[in-house]
């Protein structure tokens, strides 16, 4: 079973360090620096 992850951050000054650290496991991973106020997560899609 292949196992995908989403790593997600939504300020400037977040880093997705601690989420990539708990995500080792997974064989593929999608990562995103973008605003929760936008709608567009064109990763989170794919």
Do not use: N, W
């Amino acid at each position: 079973m292949t196992l995908i992850g989403y790593d997600r951050v939504s300020s400037v000054g977040q880093t997705l360090d601690v989420q990539l650290d708990k995500l080792q496991r997974c064989d593929k991973i999608f990562q995103e620096k973008i605003s929760r106020v936008s709608d567009k997560r064109p990763q989170l899609q794919a």
